[in-house]
Each structure stands twice: as structure tokens, then as C-alpha cells.
């Protein structure tokens, strides 16, 4: 069983930074390929990033390249999602979650979300 807490939502303005982090329990963690999904008020949950067990690969949703960055420590059991030059667009509850596989759709577990919100 993996518990995920995320923390560092918050309201920002336009072109601000944020860090979210995830806070994993269990020993298993480094095996979990882990994500960052997020949902908008009445839009469809998306994947915004996503990272391997080892830092090896990584994906971002085409909206967040070259402004978010995904990455973890293993030895923290925690993963993080630096958000930078955030447009009003970003607005949403960011969700970190676990897969077992990198390529799988599955998601194994959920954290409760942090609310990001950027105003204009």
C-alpha cells in the first residue's frame, strides 16, 4: 500500500512559480513509475507528466513543455513538479499517482490533489 500527500498548491500570478510536491509512504516507492494528472473545473482529468522509477524517461503533456519540469528522489520517496512561467490556463487540481509501469495507463494509487490557481 502507497499513500500520496501532495503539498504546494496555491494562488500565484501569471508567469509565477510553484513547486508541488508528492510524499510517498511505503518502502515500494522507487519501484512506481509516478505521474502529475490534473483537472480543470469542468474538463476531463489529463495527464500532465510523468517520470520512470528511475528518472530515465520522462513525458510532458504538450501544453507544459519547456515551463514544467517532473522529478524525484527516491531516497525521499517523494516526487515533484516545478512549475514555471504558469498561465491562467494551469488552473487546477493537480493530482500525483502511481503506476506500476511507465508505459501502462493504469494508475495504481492516488493522492487527495492540491489546488493550483493563477490568476491574470
Known amino acids: 500500500q502507497v499513500q500520496l500527500v501532495e503539498s504546494g498548491g496555491g494562488l500565484v500570478q501569471a508567469g509565477g512559480s510553484l513547486r508541488l510536491s508528492c510524499a510517498a509512504s511505503?518502502?515500494?516507492?522507487?519501484?512506481?513509475?509516478m505521474t502529475w494528472f490534473r483537472q480543470a473545473p469542468g474538463k476531463e482529468r489529463e495527464l500532465v507528466a510523468a517520470i520512470s522509477w528511475n528518472s530515465g524517461s520522462t513525458y510532458y503533456t504538450d501544453s507544459v513543455k519547456g515551463r514544467f519540469t517532473i522529478s524525484r528522489d527516491n531516497g525521499k520517496n517523494t516526487v515533484y513538479l516545478q512549475m514555471n512561467s504558469l498561465k491562467p490556463e494551469d488552473t487546477a487540481v493537480y493530482y500525483c499517482a502511481a503506476k506500476e509501469a511507465y508505459y501502462s495507463d493504469y494508475v495504481r494509487y492516488w493522492g487527495q490533489g492540491t489546488q493550483v490557481t493563477v490568476s491574470s
Open positions: 511505503g518502502r515500494t516507492f522507487s519501484s512506481y513509475a
